[in-house]
């Protein structure tokens, strides 16, 4: 199957700036979408970007304008960019991927995720 890496997390004071990356392995014969959620302590796992075969790009309009998605083709990577962080951005953020990968008998699908990487912004 496929694995999903991730990393960048971290402490940053409100206002600042993380990037995240998020790195896809395995028998990966197309990627379709990739992307992330975010789960914050209490909450349930929400929709925060991806970005589709044809480049084309999704954001919750809570990030909108300020959140960033560009994608490695080569390395199958994304990249989050997250500018004007504030303290409701603070959460767990997950990795996720679908396509399809080579298997016995042509390609199956696939959908993955990341273990999360964690986000805090202080005020």
């Known amino acids: 199957q496929v694995q999903l890496v991730e990393s960048g997390g971290g402490l940053v004071q409100a206002g600042g700036s993380l990037r995240l990356s998020c790195a896809a392995s395995?028998?990966?014969?197309?990627?379709?979408?990739m992307g992330w959620y975010r789960q914050a302590p209490g909450k349930e796992r929400e929709f925060v970007a991806r970005i589709v075969g044809d480049g084309g790009t999704n954001y919750a309009e809570s990030v909108k304008d300020r959140f960033t998605l560009t994608r490695d083709n080569v390395k199958n990577i994304v990249y989050l960019q997250m500018n004007s962080l504030n303290t409701e951005d603070t959460a767990v953020y997950y990795c996720?991927?679908?396509?399809?990968?080579?298997?016995?008998?042509?390609?199956?699908?696939?959908?993955?995720w990341g273990q999360g990487t964690q986000v805090t912004v202080s005020s």
């Open positions: 996720n991927a679908g396509g399809s990968v080579f298997g016995n008998r042509g390609h199956d699908n696939f959908v993955s």
């Open positions: 395995g028998r990966i014969f197309r990627i379709d979408s």
